[in-house]
């Protein structure tokens, strides 16, 4: 039944009335009688007869004769909600999309996905021998040997570190291309819609129109589930999409892949909040199906798969990195300090501003990435330097433009009047620059050069390849024609000094994958506003993702914290909180932590076990949750299993 109550997580027995015995298939869209009301369900499996003692009741309604849940997915689906503390009903609402009946009802195109004759040569008197160019993965040592793993039909799992430069899209084809060449097909999970448009596009060259997919919630119901449709019926091998395809069906599964797996994009907002990147590898484990999780950063999740030999890492030689990666300096190292004493504390240090000049003058593009968008999302007394908030809820003051009022970033009120209560000063000063502002500083620095952003409001995908000034968030980094002439990655205090577990990998992240845009050197230089000595800034300076996940991983082990345990929070009014624990039979090792001070009010307690333990955890969380359920107590409590941030 698709009631999401943690104590009804488990099937239902019902009988099949006669007149709906044909259409009555697994997988199926129905609806039942449960506690006198009529509710929607899933039929999951037919039997000759039930275990059951009691008296059942007849299904009242097969909603479509559409066998959408496939098998696969619904174990899949199970797994997943055993993993993550949840319920089946609600992982079945992220797997299948809402129904479309007009889309349901079109003209069906039976015919299963084309034969693959077009990736491969015959040999006289001999088998078909696949044709499926190594192309880019030559730069790999083991590059070709993951496609012809995948060409042959077998189940490879790889981590991927790319170059800078690389056109991972193209390459994400070709190992698409190999599976599909194998007689296989194939999911890939990519965190944003122009990422899906750049594989997409990768994808129809390489296979040709007609043989994939995209999902993404994004497409609007119709489009969507008429994509959703095409896979299940099997007319497509290959499903590519956001989030929303990690539960994708397809027939034969050879190979599921996920690119830049740090992404926060990756994680589902939902109960019972999955992350895709861990969907996948258990479709991996499920199907027996090869895995290829690739990036320019390397999570410390990743780190964990090539360090246990779950998986192979797929990496460049250092020849090859160093011929392809551009300059790349700090401006916090003590020789720079000592040619320029203002950089310690200079927005834009002078290494920096040269940078930018040398490339404008080359005629080339500029990419400025800033941490914050907006004007001034943080300012501050111009006087003592308290920081100015909200007289009403306390909340953070921010100055849209220029000559814009003050307002409050949580409750959007103005504060045209505000004075500080601890001088009483009314000037305000930046105390976080956003990219607005940034763009309007760079143009008075270097007049006559167009300056373009790309943020929030605006995410360009590409810009031309001559003189500009390009000002950007994190993720909104658009490609340029022949490569960035310089890219000034600023204020990375914002990145690094976050109260977050993942702070220096996320840096990391953003930082490769925009100086991932730049020019090889000598045309191409990358200059990060920071120490040199900090190990984020390290691992950018050699571009060696592997050897700051290897480190991050190492920490996590020795301070107790995920991937290298399990870790789960538990969210809500105190008493609430306490309530559940109290219930939960958690194992014997299980340390429990906190509380720590939640949003609204509420607070969170922290659950860590042994990896070995996960099982146990998550099933001693579900069933308290459930005893909770069964009573119908009052306030909620969230349960994430390994979230992203912990405190």
């Known amino acids: 039944m698709d009631v999401p109550l943690a104590h009804l997580d488990r099937p239902f027995d019902y009988l099949v009335p006669a007149e709906l015995d044909a259409v009555a298939v697994p997988g199926t869209r129905v609806k039942v009688r449960f506690a006198g009301q009529l509710v929607d369900g ?43 503390a949840g319920s089946l009903a609600d992982v079945l609402r992220l797997a299948v999309p809402p129904r479309h009946a007009r889309v ?80 296989r097909g ?60 990690m539960f994708a069906p397809v027939d034969r599964l050879g190979l599921v892949a996920i690119w830049d797996d740090g992404d926060d994009l990756h994680s589902e907002p939902r109960s019972p909040y999955p992350h895709a990147r861990d969907v996948l590898l258990t479709r991996v484990q499920l199907a027996e199906a090869g895995a290829l999780v690739g990036g320019y950063a390397r999570t410390a999740e990743a780190q964990l798969l090539v360090e246990t030999g779950w998986a192979r890492e797929v990496v460049a030689e250092r020849a090859t990195v160093r011929a392809r990666i551009p ?18 504390t200079a927005r834009l240090p002078s290494l920096a501003w040269t940078a930018a000049r040398d490339a404008l003058r080359q005629d080339l593009p500029v990419l400025v990435q800033v941490p914050r968008r907006g004007y001034l999302p943080s300012i501050s007394c111009a006087e003592c330097r308290t920081p100015a908030r909200c007289a009403h809820c306390s909340g953070p003051l921010a100055l849209p433009s220029a000559g814009g009022t003050p307002a409050c970033r949580w409750c959007a009120r103005l504060a045209a009047a505000y004075a500080c209560p601890e001088c009483g000063g009314r000037r305000l000063r930046a105390a976080v620059t956003g990219a607005r502002r940034t763009a309007e500083e760079l143009g008075r620095a270097f007049p006559g050069v167009p300056v373009r952003t790309s943020g929030r409001e605006e995410v360009l995908t590409d810009v031309p390849g001559g003189a500009a000034l390009v000002v950007t968030t994190p993720g909104a980094e658009p490609v340029a024609e022949g490569g960035y002439g310089a890219v000034l990655l600023l204020d990375s205090w914002a990145l690094l000094t976050r109260a977050d577990l993942r702070a220096g990998e996320e840096a990391l992240r953003r930082w490769l994958a925009a100086a991932a845009l730049a020019r090889p050197a000598p045309a191409g230089r990358v200059v990060v506003v920071a120490d040199g000595a900090l190990a984020p800034v390290q691992a950018l300076l050699r571009w060696d993702a592997a050897w700051f996940a290897g480190r991050e991983l190492a920490e996590r082990r020795e301070l107790g914290f995920p991937p290298a345990v399990r870790m789960a929070s538990v969210t809500g009014p105190a008493e609430a909180v306490a309530d559940l624990l109290a219930a939960a039979r958690l194992p014997d090792d299980a340390e429990v932590l906190g509380p720590v001070p939640a949003e609204e009010g509420r607070e969170r307690m922290l659950v860590r076990v042994p990896r070995a333990r996960a099982a146990a955890l998550a099933e001693a969380l579900h069933s308290a949750a459930g005893a909770r359920a069964a009573r119908k107590a009052a306030d909620p409590v969230r349960l994430q299993v390994d979230p992203l941030s912990l405190f």
């Open 104 to 183: 349901e009802k079109e003209p069906r195109d039976d015919q299963p996905a084309p034969d693959d004759a077009a990736h491969a040569e015959r040999v006289e008197d001999g088998p078909a021998v696949p044709i499926v160019d190594p192309r880019g993965w030559r730069d790999y040592p083991t590059g070709p040997a993951l496609l012809r793993a995948l060409t042959d039909g077998r189940a490879p799992r790889a981590v991927w570190s790319a170059l800078p430069g690389e056109d991972w899209a193209a390459r994400y084809a070709d190992a698409v291309a190999a599976t599909v060449a194998g007689g």
């Open 42 to 84: 899933w039929l999951l499996s037919r039997a000759d007869d039930s275990g059951h003692t009691g008296r059942l009741a007849y299904l009242e309604k097969v909603v479509s004769p559409e066998p959408v849940l496939a098998p696969e997915i619904a174990r899949l689906a199970r797994a997943v909600a055993d993993r993550y």
């Open 327 to 344: 300059a790349i300096a700090p401006t916090g190292d003590d020789p720079q300090l000592a040619r320029d004493p203002g950089a310690a």
């Open 186 to 245: 194939a999911v890939v999970v990519v965190p944003d819609a122009r990422d899906l448009d750049r594989l997409d596009a990768a994808l129809t060259g390489v296979l040709g129109p007609g043989r994939h997919v995209s999902l993404s919630a994004a497409l609007g119901p119709a489009r969507r589930y008429r994509a959703f449709l095409a896979a299940r019926r099997g007319q497509v091998p290959v499903v590519i999409g956001t989030r929303a395809a």
